[in-house]
Nanobody
Framework: QVQLVESGGGLVQPGGSLRLSCAGSGFIFSTYDMMWYRQALGKERELVAAIISAGGRTNYADSVKGRFTISRDNAKNTVYLQMSSLKPEDTAVYYC????????????WGQGTQVTVSS
């Protein structure tokens, strides 16, 4: 059974930091590209950061460049999102996504974790 379990969300003041974690199980984690998406209330889900299966290349939304860092530990089947200099507009539900495109498309999602940036 495939599972992606996010943790680390919560309430933080503007300018603060949080680290999100997403633990995967039931699939070969190291062969999947891993992404973090977020969805704010009333808005569409947007891609925040991505890291390829080999772990070297990363990509970020312009709105988070220089503030967020995505990383992965394939030995622990976990992907992280380190968020710094948080702003109220970062408030959203953050989702972990695992994607592999070979002969088939394997696409898995976590349940989401709430991040609220407010004073």
């Amino acid at each position: 059974q495939v599972q992606l379990v996010e943790s680390g969300g919560g309430l933080v003041q503007p300018g603060g930091s949080l680290r999100l974690s997403c633990a995967g199980s039931g699939f070969i984690f190291s062969t999947y590209d891993m992404m973090w998406y977020r969805q704010a209330l009333g808005k569409e889900r947007e891609l925040v950061a991505a890291i390829i299966s080999a772990g070297g290349r990363t990509n970020y939304a312009d709105s988070v460049k220089g503030r967020f860092t995505i990383s992965r530990d394939n030995a622990k089947n976990t992907v992280y999102l380190q968020m710094s200099s948080l702003k109220p507009e970062d408030t959203a539900v953050y989702y972990c996504n695992a994607l592999r495109v070979l002969l088939t498309i394997d696409d898995y999602w976590g349940q989401g974790t709430q991040v609220t940036v407010s004073s």
